[in-house]
T-cell receptor, first 114, second 109 residues
Framework: SAVISQKPSRDICQRGTSLTIQCQVD?????MFWYRQQPGQSLTLIAT?????????ESGFVIDKFPISRPNLTFSTLTVSNMSPEDSSIYLC???????????FGSGTRLTVV | DAKTTQPTSMDCAEGRAANLPCNHS???????VYWYRQIHSQGPQYIIH???NNETNEMASLIITEDRKSSTLILPHATLRDTAVYYC??????????FGKGTHLIIQP
């Protein structure tokens, strides 16, 4: 299965600023996904990012707040914009791998907004 | 409206089999049942998946009822490292995963 590297692993940011999270995959993948996990909660899908097209956002998530780039088949970024303490969460990227549609996840970025 | 129902938490003694149930009564005919787990502070890890038949791999076994409305994940010889939140997720397309609340499995020494 694919190996995913996510950076940064954690960060503490001031409210009103933005943070860009990077997701690097060791193989070419068509579909990449971004999730948010709020404290004590399960994972929620933010958006799907396919190379060469605009990201598709889930209900409750908008491009102005979570812009996503997908410049090639091995890399994507998620930006958390104009952060507030409510954005404190773990953000994870995931890729679709294998013939059975299994998903591989990165280790996540733990974001704290103060 | 939850797609799955799982116990909030379960305990199991180390070395014993851990049996984790999941109710997915609204699963559609072409959806697989996936099981993932999330060990504290890590990303979710794929365990196993199945459609109709029971499945086994090096990590676990998956038992799916004939009507496909429920399934059971079996960890045959649980160790302390199996302590995690286990998610049962119907799916199978390329639309990402919808996570429920999962079961917090605690392996007791």
């Amino acid at each position: 299965s694919a190996v995913i590297s996510q950076k940064p692993s954690r960060d503490i940011c001031q409210r009103g600023t933005s943070l860009t999270i990077q997701c690097q995959v060791d193989s070419q993948v068509t579909m990449m996904f971004w999730y948010r996990q709020q404290p004590g909660q399960s994972l929620t899908l933010i958006a799907t990012a396919n190379q060469g097209s605009e990201a598709t956002y889930e209900s409750g998530f908008v491009i102005d707040k979570f812009p996503i780039s997908r410049p090639n088949l091995t890399f994507s970024t998620l930006t958390v914009s104009n952060m507030s303490p409510e954005d404190s969460s773990i953000y994870l990227c995931s890729v679709l791998t294998g013939p059975y549609y299994g998903y591989t996840f990165g280790s996540g970025t733990r974001l704290t907004v103060v | 409206d939850a797609k799955t129902t799982q116990p909030t938490s379960m305990d199991c003694a180390e070395g014993r089999a851990a049996n984790l149930p999941c109710n997915h009564s609204t699963i559609s005919g072409n959806e697989y049942v996936y099981w993932y787990r999330q060990i504290h502070s890590q990303g979710p890890q794929y365990i196993i998946h199945g459609l109709k038949n029971n499945e086994t791999n090096e990590m676990a076994s998956l038992i799916i009822t004939e009507d496909r409305k429920s399934s059971t994940l079996i960890l045959p010889h649980a160790t302390l490292r199996d302590t995690a939140v286990y998610y049962c997720i119907p799916g199978g397309g390329a639309d990402g995963l919808t996570f429920g609340k999962g079961t917090h499995l605690i392996i007791q020494p």
